[in-house]
């Protein structure tokens, strides 16, 4: 998901240890920190973060059910497994908006300490940032309007002519490219994947193919609208840091085990995907 601009200099920050269970901070407008309680972790950590006692993350933050604003709160899973890695190092968070489509390059700019996007670890990404170990599996999946197109449900219906919505920048760009491209389908891109989803409401294209749970969000309250097959890509998403921290990647890595450990990830996922079993490497 944005531009670059170098900072002249990063502060060291030293977190002292906590021995009492951190609060709940709310958040204001695109910045500030909520999330589960969880107690501290039990190490110090020295960490270079652009603004001392904060962690500056970057993402779309219209990306339901990672991350979005509701009641004029941010929220999302991304958001309240970051707060809780935020929590276990003793920061604070500030949320960043950025363009999926260049948000890595961001990152490795300085612009952000870390990006949390709902972002798939590939190859490609890791030749510009580091990702810290994965703490969602995903799918992608196919949407399209029944009402318009009720033939079809699966891409194997998808003909030569017809128009499939991605989100730029994404992996379900290039699994549409690699895929449907080459059988004569057009693929469209938006900057943001609610714009395709609006587009596809009003029959201007034939399906999105995007993320499964973002997919599943999205059909909600939009006329026509259905999730008819989810694709098995083998994904599996991470949060990214720029390569010059690897102290950052290191300490949000255990963070991430220990929020794991004592069950705050569980319970994180169960709000956010009710009904669906905890993979067990993260709890379940």
Same mark, same amino acid.
């Given at each position: 998901?944005?531009?670059?601009?170098?900072?002249?200099?990063?502060?060291?920050?030293?977190?002292? =240890? /906590?021995?009492? &269970?951190?609060?709940?901070?709310? %958040?204001?407008?695109?910045?500030?920190?909520? $999330?589960?309680? #969880?107690?501290?972790?039990?190490?110090?950590?020295?960490?270079?973060?652009?603004?001392?006692? =904060? /962690?500056?993350? &970057?993402?779309?933050?219209?990306? %339901?059910?990672?991350?979005?604003?509701?009641? $004029?709160?941010? #929220?999302?899973?991304?958001?309240?497994?970051?707060?809780?890695?935020?929590?276990?190092?003793g920061l604070t968070v500030e949320w960043k908006k950025a363009n999926f489509d260049t948000i890595f390059?961001?990152?490795?700019?300085?612009?952000?300490?870390?990006?949390?996007?709902?972002?798939?670890?590939?190859?490609?990404?890791?030749?510009?940032?580091?990702?810290?170990?994965?703490?969602?599996?995903?799918?992608?999946?196919?949407?399209?309007?029944?009402d318009k197109t009720p033939d079809v449900t699966s891409t194997d219906d998808l003909k030569s002519g017809?128009?499939?919505?991605?989100?730029?920048?994404?992996?379900?760009?290039?699994?549409?490219?690699?895929?449907?491209?080459?059988?004569?389908?057009?693929?469209?891109?938006?900057?943001?994947?609610?714009?395709a989803f609006t587009d596809l409401e009003a029959g201007n294209i034939t399906g999105v193919i995007n993320?499964?749970?973002?997919?599943?969000?999205?059909?909600?309250?939009?006329?026509?609208?259905?999730?008819?097959?989810?694709?098995?890509?083998?994904?599996?998403?991470?949060?990214?840091?720029?390569?010059?921290?690897?102290?950052?990647?290191?300490?949000?890595?255990?963070?991430?085990?220990?929020?794991?450990?004592?069950?705050?990830?569980?319970?994180?996922?169960?709000?956010?995907?009710?009904?669906?079993?905890?993979?067990?490497?993260?709890?379940?």
């Amino acid at each position: 998901m944005m531009r670059g601009r170098r900072l002249v200099g990063v502060v060291a920050v030293t977190m002292a =240890v /906590l021995l009492i &269970g951190a609060a709940c901070n709310k %958040k204001e407008g695109g910045g500030g920190s909520s $999330g589960t309680p #969880t107690s501290p972790s039990p190490t110090k950590a020295a960490l270079t973060t652009l603004k001392s006692g =904060v /962690l500056t993350v &970057g993402s779309c933050l219209d990306y %339901k059910p990672f991350e979005y604003t509701e009641g $004029g709160q941010l #929220t999302g899973f991304d958001v309240d497994v970051i707060d809780a890695i935020a929590q276990k190092l003793g920061l604070t968070v500030e949320w960043k908006k950025a363009n999926f489509d260049t948000i890595f390059t961001a990152l490795a700019a300085g612009q952000f300490d870390a990006v949390a996007a709902a972002s798939t670890i590939t190859d490609e990404r890791k030749q510009v940032v580091d990702f810290s170990d994965p703490y969602y599996n995903a799918r992608q999946a196919l949407t399209v309007n029944t009402d318009k197109t009720p033939d079809v449900t699966s891409t194997d219906d998808l003909k030569s002519g017809d128009v499939v919505g991605v989100q730029k920048g994404t992996t379900g760009k290039s699994w549409a490219e690699d895929n449907l491209a080459s059988k004569g389908i057009q693929i469209k891109t938006y900057t943001n994947a609610p714009d395709a989803f609006t587009d596809l409401e009003a029959g201007n294209i034939t399906g999105v193919i995007n993320d499964e749970p973002s997919s599943q969000s999205e059909v909600e309250g939009r006329q026509g609208l259905a999730v008819v097959e989810g694709i098995d890509t083998g994904e599996h998403y991470g949060f990214a840091v720029a390569k010059d921290h690897p102290d950052i990647t290191a300490a949000m890595n255990q963070a991430l085990k220990d929020i794991i450990a004592d069950g705050t990830y569980k319970t994180i996922f169960a709000k956010y995907f009710p009904g669906v079993q905890v993979p067990p490497e993260y709890g379940g």
